[in-house]
C-alpha cells in the first residue's frame, strides 16, 4: 500500500506541476474540471449508495458552469450557477417524484456535492488565474502536510484527533502537519518568484500562510472522512493506487483552495507580482 502511494504519487506530481507552470490557463482549467468531475462522479457515487437521488447529468451542466464562471472571470456566471444549484436540482429531485422520506435528504446532498466540488474547482482555475506561484504554494502546503501528517502520525502517534470519524489520525501527525506547512510555507515565499515584500516580511507571512492552509486541509480531510463513514465505505473509489480515489486526495484542497483564494482577495498585497 505504501509503495503503490509514492509510486502514484511519484508519476502524477511532476505531470501536474509541469502543466501547471508551463501550461496555459484553459489546460490547467481542463485538468481541474477533469479530477474535480471525477470527485462529483465519486460523491455522487456515495449519495446514491445513502438511497438518495442523484440528477448526476444537470449535476454536471451546473458543476461545469460554475467552473466556467471562474474560468472566464464572470461573477454574474458565477452567482447564476451556484443559484441554478440551489434551484434546479431540489426542482429535479421533486419531479422524479421519490418517496417522501428521500426528498430532504435527495435534495440537500446532491446540492451541496456540487458546491461543494464546484466552489474548491473554481478556487483552483481563479488561483492560477493569479499566477502558477500560488497554485504551487498550495500544493506544496497540502501536499507537505499530508505526507508530515502521515509519516509523523505513523512514528509517534500516540493521542487520536478524531477517532470516531478518522481512527489512523493523531494530534501529533496533526501537529506535524501544521509544522510542515509554515515550514515549506516560509521557504517558498522566499524561492517563488514575485513573492512581494522584504525577504523576513514573506518569510514570515508564508509560515503564517501555510500553517492556516494546513489546518483547513486537516479540516477538509476529516470532513470527507464523515461523508465517507455515514456511508459505511472506506475510499470514494479506485482510481488512484494506494490513494483511494480522486474525492479521496482532492479533499484537503478542496477545502483550502476557496480559503486561500478569499484570503488573497481580502489582503491583495500578498498577491505574487
Known sequence: MRRARELTAAVLMPLVLSLLVWGPLWSWALLVGLACGAALWEFQDLVRASGWLAPRALSFVLFAAILAGAYLGSAPLLVAAAGGVLVALPTAILLAAPKEPVWLGSAAATSFATLYVGAGGAA??????????TVLFLLAIVWAGDSAAYYVGTRFGR???????SPKKSWEGFWGQVVAGAVFGAILALVLPRVPGTPAMA???????????????????LVESTFKRSCAVKDSGALLPG???????????LYASPVFYGILALLPELRPR
Do not use: F, N, T, Y
Request: glycine residues 14%; neutral net charge.
Open 124 to 133: 483552483m482555475i481563479a488561483l492560477r488565474g493569479i499566477g502558477w506561484e
Open 159 to 165: 493521542r487520536k484527533l478524531a477517532p470516531v470519524v
Open 203 to 221: 518569510a514570515a507571512s508564508g509560515a503564517l500562510l501555510g500553517a492556516v492552509l494546513s489546518v483547513v486541509a486537516v479540516v477538509g480531510d
Open 243 to 253: 490513494h483511494g480515489g480522486l474525492l479521496d486526495r482532492l479533499d484537503s484542497l
